[in-house]
């Protein structure tokens, strides 16, 4: 199978890898901006309560935020938004992104569909990837799979084939256009094309020792912060039960 001059070679399209963590948004939005090198952000409405934690994330990651506007009508990539990113993630060294901004409910209310933010974003990452300036090519895409660029970005990464990773909660929590969150890892992850497998007893033995531990560390959070004093007597910790242990149980409860 020789190739013809000037042909180019198929993407091989890849699959993401997935997990959850915690419990709601805020922790996997800083666990997305902790694990890469720099995080662009596309939105039409940067004042949510969202688009202000990204970007106080990583800050506080001491990582570099990319902030680009979207313009609903005008849904194409400019080279000048292309060289202006280019520029940032050489100054950073950069291989790999997390890709956030605005959910599917405020695009919709700017007009924006889906698909056409899965087409900007893909068009964005391949232009990125491709100019002759980049220093170092974009080896890892991640987000959060929110609706909207969330989801538009891990669309990309695996259409481009670029390893990537979906960090989501560990309800697998995601806002529909209507603004209603929905809580099903199935419905999640068909966005994507996976279908969700059965979690192993170690998987969900993680995912409950991750939840406990967010639970503590917010009533961690609201007793120091809370303008009453409250007395407490000396800390107990949550014994973690090790997986022989759970196993046992199980046994003891299907018997």
């Given at each position: 199978?020789?190739?013809?001059?000037?042909?180019?070679?198929?993407?091989?399209?890849?699959?993401p890898t997935y997990r959850g963590v915690g419990t709601g948004y805020p922790q996997r939005t800083k666990i997305n901006a902790q694990e890469t090198d720099a995080t662009i952000a596309l939105a039409v409405d940067f004042t949510t309560g969202g688009e202000k934690l990204t970007r106080s994330v990583v800050k506080g990651a001491n990582k570099p935020f990319l902030k680009a506007s979207i313009d609903p009508k005008n849904m194409t990539v400019s080279d000048k938004r292309v060289d202006a990113i280019v520029e940032r993630l050489n100054k950073a060294d950069a291989t790999s992104l997390?890709?956030?901004g605005n959910g599917l409910q405020n695009l919709n209310k700017a007009g924006i569909t889906q698909e056409a933010i899965d087409r900007y974003v893909k068009e964005l990452i391949e232009k990125v990837n491709n100019h002759p300036k980049l220093k170092k090519k974009i080896t890892k895409i991640q987000s959060g799979g929110q609706t909207g660029v969330d989801e538009a970005g891990i669309k990309a990464g695996m259409d481009l084939g670029i390893e990537t990773n979906i960090v989501a909660p560990g309800d697998w929590r995601f806002r529909g256009a209507d603004g209603k969150?929905?809580?099903?890892?199935?419905k999640f992850l068909e966005r994507f094309g996976i279908k969700a497998e059965e979690p192993s007893l170690d998987q969900e033995v993680e995912r409950i020792q991750d939840l406990l531990e967010s639970m503590t560390n917010k009533a961690d959070d609201f007793l120091?912060?809370?303008?009453v004093r409250v007395q407490q007597g000396p800390k107990k910790l949550i014994p973690k039960k090790s997986k022989e242990q759970l196993k046992a149980n199980q046994s003891k409860s299907e018997a």
């Open positions: 199978d020789n190739l013809t001059a000037g042909a180019t070679k198929a993407v091989q399209p890849t699959v997390n890709i956030a969150d929905i809580s099903d890892k199935a120091e912060s809370s303008p």
